[in-house]
T-cell receptor, first 116, second 111 residues
């Protein structure tokens, strides 16, 4: 399968613990996005990378959140000192815009985080 | 503030009928608009893209319209089937290619 993969698929943690999620995009895609989705809502943009450069961060991304894409391939999203409000599905997407208005994003299956 | 509203939260229709979902936006100047399908516990899957200078796009049983004056997109599924039951998300794309999603409409097609 050459689609976007995410690991783990599910994570249960206690409040205050740190968690790290991984995303492997489609190999030729240069853009990688992180979203958060809660029940009944659409995906909320968190951040995105163009190759290894992090180009935009949402105000939703507090200082407890950090994302990296060290070699422009896979990416990690870390949440420090988790809070119950962090419980959500964390989605990763990748794309390779060929030009203006062509950014079709391909999503992974998501990592469901539950903070107890 | 910028808003993307999908009306309604849930839509129930009978198999064979046409489902029409709406996406309205305010304080946005989208360059393009996309529709995605999302099944429970899975990531969204891209369906159709329509640019600001296009009025209508079709793909098999799907049709999307885009009215930048009304600030609205309509998404139609003709000859609907129970397998079309899912949540449908609209997403607005801006000039720098980032996107913002609506909350989605949950469609249920009853046999």
């Amino acid at each position: 399968d050459t689609g976007v993969s995410q690991d783990p698929r599910h994570k249960i943690t206690k409040r205050g613990q740190n968690v790290t999620f991984r995303c492997d995009p489609i190999s030729e895609h240069n853009r990688l996005y992180w979203y958060r989705q809660t029940l009944g809502q659409g995906p909320e943009f968190l951040t995105y990378f163009q190759n290894e450069a992090q180009l935009e961060k949402s105000r939703l991304l507090s200082d407890r959140f950090s994302a990296e894409r060290p070699k422009g391939s896979f990416s990690t999203l870390e949440i420090q000192r988790t809070e119950q409000g962090d419980s959500a599905m964390y989605l990763c997407a990748s794309s390779s815009p060929a030009g203006f208005g062509t950014d079709t994003q391909y999503f992974g299956p998501g990592t469901r985080l539950t903070v107890l | 503030s910028q808003k993307i509203e999908q009306n309604s939260e849930a839509l129930n229709i009978q198999e064979g009928k046409t489902a029409t979902l709406t996406c309205n936006y305010t304080n946005y100047s989208p360059a393009y608009l996309q529709w995605y399908r999302q099944d429970p516990g899975r990531g969204p899957v891209f369906l159709l893209l329509i640019r600001e200078n296009e009025k209508e796009k079709r793909k098999e049983r799907l049709k999307v319209t885009f009215d930048t004056t009304l600030k609205q997109s309509l998404f139609h599924i003709t000859a609907s089937q129970p397998a079309d039951s899912a949540t449908y998300l609209c997403a607005l794309g801006t000039n720098n290619n980032d996107m913002r999603f609506g909350a989605g409409t949950r469609l249920t097609v009853k046999p």
